[in-house]
């Protein structure tokens, strides 16, 4: 766990998200499905981020500036420098047969780096608009639906699910799958179990979030 | 003046260096019994703070004596156990169990915003403890209190050694569709927004009473710190701003030293080096206006 102050080299739009890349220092990428925290201008709790590409020297994160901190992230600029604690938490397990990695929404967030460490398995991907479908630009040759249709049709018995998305898709692949790891979110203040924020009751066991997942198994 | 970690802002088996870099590590508060805590939403930010409703989340007196504490001794820093209860008789129970060869002092919560509290007073409490235990005993007080220094003097006559000042106050957030943002509704407020009501409860208490004071409140930088030890803190606790810096200690430290180096002397207190900030010289608004 490591916190550095990094630079902002580009901020790009995909569909109505923003890709927020930043010079890398000396911070390590960590493993796809982990994250970062990044401090929010003008806020007091910094943000959870899941790592979305990892290029040499870069770490990228995908921001849906849905409320005051994300969006003075995704309003950052080039040059701009803000801290940003990880990685943290634990990513997907990789040793999977057959892997199929679903997102939905902004839950695609950690999918692009998944997909490269994997070497680009089958990607199932579901969104709210055609608006917001426009970031599965980041995931060449991915089976793409909008709603009213779900990205859980796309599903076969077999795949080995990585997913990440919001709570109801999330619940619905884990009856659908129950090998599936699932990556969940939760309000967090700080990222390394401190806080006790991100606690969820899994099977009557309370979890953190940020120390015993993100990404649990769906059973 | 020491740096403390304000109790249930700090795991430190989850993150040992943050936890060496303080002068006294103090646990999330410890129950007899095992507690899950509130439903989530837990946790949320405000414009000028961050609401709480945790709900004591902890694994237990038993568990943790057997299992945690060991470990928490292997880091090297001075222990501090936050001890709550819901009567008197458990908050002794529990600091029966402590030993003075493990535990440096015990903090009592005696003002948790966000679960039912024990039917006596803090200075009943306070006594409770005091006939179970010889270790030193702080008492963590609620900014919410309608006199706090009246319950400062009390658990002083009650026999607390020290105060914890403050605790969380009760506030609410709402969301953008007018629903409260905490599964609890309220929530403990901490951060920035608390600073200036933790300052008044600071030197509040140090007019009323002889304990020493850990202050504590939105303490972000140095000179926050700084202006606690003015208002007539001991020593001091960082939180909120915790979570947003874990490497926040070293900052502090050297911001703190940097302030106190460009604090004007005044004529009463010509030399105010670093020992002199301690329970018996506090700065002049602290010493002036004891009574």
């Known amino acids: 766990m490591r916190r550095e102050t990094l630079t902002v080299i580009g901020a790009d739009a995909v569909g109505p998200y923003t890709l927020l890349r930043f010079r890398r220092g000396r911070l390590e990428a960590g493993s796809p499905g982990q994250f970062f925290m990044l401090e929010s201008p003008g806020r007091l709790l910094p943000r959870p981020m899941s790592l979305c590409l990892a290029p040499p020297g870069e770490l990228a994160f995908l921001i849906d500036p849905i409320g005051p901190g994300t969006a003075a992230l995704a309003a950052l600029e080039r040059g701009d420098r803000i801290g940003v604690l990880g990685p943290l938490g634990n990513g997907f397990q990789l040793d ?4 199929l990695l679903v997102g939905g929404g902004i839950g695609i967030a950690p999918l692009p780096y998944l997909s490269e460490v994997l070497r680009r398995p089958r990607v199932a991907l579901g969104f709210r608009t055609d608006h917001h479908a426009e970031a599965a630009a980041l995931l060449p040759g991915a089976d793409v639906v909008v709603e009213p249709r779900l990205v859980t049709e796309l599903l076969e018995p077999g795949d080995d699910v990585l997913a990440c ?3 109801p898709m999330l619940r619905a692949i884990a009856r659908l799958a129950p090998t599936a790891q699932l990556a969940w979110e939760a309000p967090m203040a700080c990222g390394f179990g401190a806080c006790h924020g991100c606690a969820v009751e899994v099977d009557g066991e309370w979890k953190r979030l940020c120390v015993e997942g993100p990404v649990l198994c769906a059973s | 003046m020491r740096v403390l970690n304000a109790s249930g802002c700090l795991d430190a088996l989850a993150a040992p260096a943050v936890a060496r870099s303080l002068d006294v590590f103090v646990t999330k508060t410890i129950t007899p019994l095992p507690r899950g805590g509130n439903a989530p939403v837990r946790i949320a930010e405000t414009d000028v703070g961050m609401l709480n409703s945790i709900g004591l989340a902890n694994p237990g007196r038993d568990r943790f004596l ?4 060991p470990r928490l001794l292997e880091l090297g820093v001075p222990i501090w156990i936050s001890v709550g209860g819901f009567s008197a008789a458990e908050y002794a129970e529990t600091c029966g169990l402590l030993s003075g060869d493990d535990v440096a002092a015990v903090e009592l919560n005696l003002s948790c915003p966000n679960v039912e509290e ?3 007073t803090a200075a009943e409490i306070v006594a409770a403890c005091r006939s179970a235990t010889q270790l030193p ?4 007080l609620s900014p919410g209190t309608p006199d706090i220094a009246d319950s400062a003097r009390a658990v002083e006559a009650a026999g607390a050694d020290g105060l914890s000042l403050v605790n969380t106050i009760r506030g609410l957030a709402f969301d953008e569709r007018l629903q409260p ?9 901490s951060g920035p927004a608390l600073k200036p009501i933790a300052l008044a409860c600071v030197h509040a208490c140090r007019r009323a009473t002889e304990l020493p004071v850990v202050g504590m409140g939105g303490i972000a930088t140095g000179r926050d710190a700084l202006e606690f030890v003015a208002a007539g803190a001991t020593d001091v606790a960082v939180g909120t701003a915790l979570f947003a810096d874990p490497g926040l200690l070293a900052r502090l430290r050297t911001e703190f030293e940097a302030a106190l180096a460009a604090t004007e002397p005044t004529p009463a207190d010509p030399q105010p080096g670093l020992d002199g900030f301690n329970s018996e010289n506090t700065l002049q608004i602290g010493a002036n206006e004891r009574v």
């Open chain 1, 96 to 99: 999977v047969r057959r892997p």
């Open chain 1, 165 to 167: 998305g919001p709570e």
């Open chain 2, 181 to 189: 943002k905490l599964a609890s509704g309220t929530g403990g407020l």
């Open chain 2, 118 to 120: 024990a039917p006596e």
């Open chain 2, 137 to 140: 005993l702080y008492a963590k």
């Open chain 2, 66 to 69: 057997a299992e945690h504490l």
